[in-house]
């Protein structure tokens, strides 16, 4: 039956008026500063109060990153109403049918398709009073609903995060959860008292989780409200502000703080003093994550270089010598030197890097 349903989806016109409930009006490119795409955000939608508010809430998947442009294709539109239980042939579409999503900063000259005209005459026009949603500029404006439900949906999320951050315990970053799509049970609520979050999953981890909801209405039990989530990790990492090469060394004016959420944490610097001084492992672009693992301790000797070999004396003072480097190290690194010939007989000590050129005895 599901694979009926999306044949006849894909084979159905892109502008279906008869028996339309909701109408879409989509615009060609909007600007979006939140992590995903809601249906209220890509234009006007009108008709039916209910059917306007379940469609607006549908989610269309993640914005664009900064600099980067999506393009959300009509029928792609018209699955993600089905999937979030919208009935997609009782909603008509109008304006573009290929609208854009632009990222943060990004330009782009990409077609957004061909414009459709909503009908302008009264026949078209069904007799009851419009719901009309503006196009949003955040998912928190998408998502709007009546207070009640609002609240019992944000009181869930809350509850999630408090529980996923004591049971999860990320190494670095703070949990943050989500909302991705509500059921049609759910969206249905106005009002009530929140009493139970239950977990559909044998295991809660990062990444798309699905709740039941346990709501009290006018004392009345109400179950099997479905909220789905995102769960994943906030955390503030150092990115490259430009391309680098292997092997080049972290300065101050390549790297930056940004905050950001993902379902796979890294061990990432977070902090502009814990990139300096360190190196690339490998060639990076600008925008990439500086970790733990594309970067490592900048080398301050070097095997076979000459260096400069401090050790403290019984009786006070610092005793200085020249010495070989056997061995490669980075900062606080041990490594095996070799007293200079020419400063006596040739004796091997475990030293450690205290700057570039210079080692200690411990």
Not at 14 to 20: E, K, M, N, P, W
Not at 165 to 177: R, S
Not at 209 to 220: A, P
Not at 256 to 280: D, K, N
Request: proline share 4%; charged share 25%; with cysteine.
């Amino acid at each position: 039956m599901k694979v009926l349903a999306l044949a006849l989806l894909f084979c159905a016109p892109l502008f279906s008026q008869s028996g339309a409930l909701a109408q879409v009006v989509l615009a060609d490119r909007v600007r979006v500063d939140s992590a995903y795409v809601s249906l209220a955000q890509l234009g006007t939608l009108s008709g039916d109060a209910a059917m306007v508010q379940a469609a607006s809430a549908v989610l269309l998947g993640k914005a664009p990153a900064a600099g980067e442009t999506r393009a959300i294709e009509l029928a792609y539109i018209r699955t993600r109403l089905l999937q979030s239980g919208v009935e997609a042939d009782k909603v008509a579409f109008y304006g573009y049918t290929r609208p854009l999503v632009v990222g943060a900063s990004a330009q782009s000259t990409e077609s957004s398709g061909e414009y459709r005209s909503p009908p302008d005459d009264e026949g078209t026009r069904r007799a009851t009073t419009p719901t009309r949603v503006p196009a949003a500029t955040s998912t928190q404006e998408a998502l709007q609903a009546p207070a009640g439900q609002n609240e019992l949906v944000c009181d869930a999320l809350d509850r999630l995060k408090r529980r996923l951050q004591a049971k999860l315990t990320p190494p670095q970053g703070e949990i943050e959860v989500r909302e991705l799509s509500r059921s049609r049970s759910l969206l249905a609520v106005t009002h009530g008292t929140l009493l139970e979050v239950k977990t559909r999953h044998a295991q809660e981890t990062l990444g798309k989780l699905d709740y039941e909801l346990t709501v009290d209405i006018d004392g009345h039990t109400v179950t099997g409200l479905t909220l789905s989530v995102e769960v994943g990790v906030r955390m503030m990492c150092m990115v490259l502000t430009r391309d680098a090469r292997a092997g080049e060394r972290l300065t101050r004016d390549m790297c930056e703080p940004r905050e950001h959420f993902t379902t796979r944490p890294f061990a990432g610097l977070s902090t502009v003093e814990a990139a300096l001084g360190r190196e690339l492992t490998r060639a990076l672009r600008a925008q990439d994550w500086l970790t733990e693992s594309n970067t490592k301790p900048a080398l301050l000797v070097r095997k076979g270089e000459s260096v400069t070999l401090r050790a403290p004396l019984p009786g006070g003072g610092v005793l200085s010598t020249t010495a070989i480097a056997m061995e490669s190290g980075a900062t606080g690194e041990r490594i095996r030197v070799r007293r200079a010939k020419d400063a006596g007989p040739a004796v091997d000590l475990l030293a450690r890097v205290t700057a570039a050129g210079e080692c200690e005895v411990d």
